[in-house]
């Protein structure tokens, strides 16, 4: 079993009037996983029991009873947590979750209730389950995706590329045609344009020829 204590991450007071404290935990996928109850208990406190809560906040936040346990009772279940669970003795307080899978990720809670006149205590721990064959293949499939999607929008620019380009060329051929057949094209009599040169006003007519081109 490989599990790793990675860090304590908060102690602060909780509206319901408990000291709280949160702990992170990974476990791999398949083994046998211990939240330790990351309440700390006041010496010189008696308390009740202990209790552990499955917490959901999305999309708002709810706790799930996942089991209890008095001082002078065995362990019970809460009506609707399905799967196997149960402290690791009977005088601990730390949580036991056999062969855990993705499912299990999440945020629990350890909470020790006290009597009245002193202040209750709870710990939430983090538990992440790594390694499970389903997230390997999930990963796989969105790198899959990732790459398909990739190759179908290179593919659009290149045709968009293409397709922008093929229509500039037409333009450019149809701007050119009807110049250079207008260049290209024999002369006629009729397209001759009659030049003269007029004699100087008042000088009398004008001593030149008329000139066809």
């Known amino acids: 079993m490989m599990l790793y204590l990675l860090v304590l991450l908060v102690n602060c007071a909780s509206g319901d009037d408990a000291v709280?404290?949160?702990l992170e935990i990974q476990s791999l996928c398949g083994e046998d996983s211990v939240l330790k109850c990351a309440a700390t208990p006041k010496q010189g406190v008696q308390y009740r029991g202990v209790r552990w809560y499955r917490i959901s906040e999305e999309p708002q936040y709810e706790q799930t009873g996942v089991l209890l346990?008095?001082?002078?009772?065995?362990?019970?279940?809460?009506?609707?947590?399905?799967?196997?669970a149960n402290l690791i003795?009977?005088?601990s307080l730390d949580l036991l979750l056999s062969n855990v899978t993705a499912q299990d990720s999440g945020k629990y809670k350890c909470f020790l209730p006290a009597h009245p006149g002193e202040m209750n205590v709870e710990g939430n721990v983090l538990l992440r389950v790594s390694g499970c064959p389903g997230e390997a293949a999930h990963n796989e499939f969105?790198?899959?995706?990732?790459?398909?999607?990739?190759?179908?929008l290179a593919l659009v620019i290149c045709?968009?590329?293409?397709?922008?380009?093929?229509n500039i060329s037409i333009l450019r051929s149809k701007r050119k045609g009807p110049m250079?057949?207008?260049?290209?094209a024999p002369l006629q009599k009729k397209?001759?344009?009659?030049?003269?040169t007029p004699g100087?006003?008042?000088?009398?007519?004008?001593?030149?020829?008329h000139v066809f081109v």
Not at 69 to 84: D, W
Not at 180 to 184: G, R, S
Request: aromatic content about 14%; proline content about 3%; some cysteine.
């Open 200 to 209: 100087l006003s008042g000088l009398g007519p004008s001593s030149y020829d």
């Open 180 to 184: 250079d057949q207008t260049l290209k």
């Open 20 to 22: 709280s404290t949160v």
């Open 89 to 91: 003795s009977n005088n």
């Open 142 to 152: 969105l790198y899959e995706m990732i790459v398909c999607v990739s190759l179908i």
């Open 191 to 196: 397209n001759l344009k009659l030049i003269f």
């Open 69 to 84: 346990k008095t001082n002078n009772s065995t362990v019970q279940m809460f009506h609707g947590f399905e799967r196997p």
């Open 159 to 166: 045709f968009l590329c293409w397709f922008y380009l093929k």
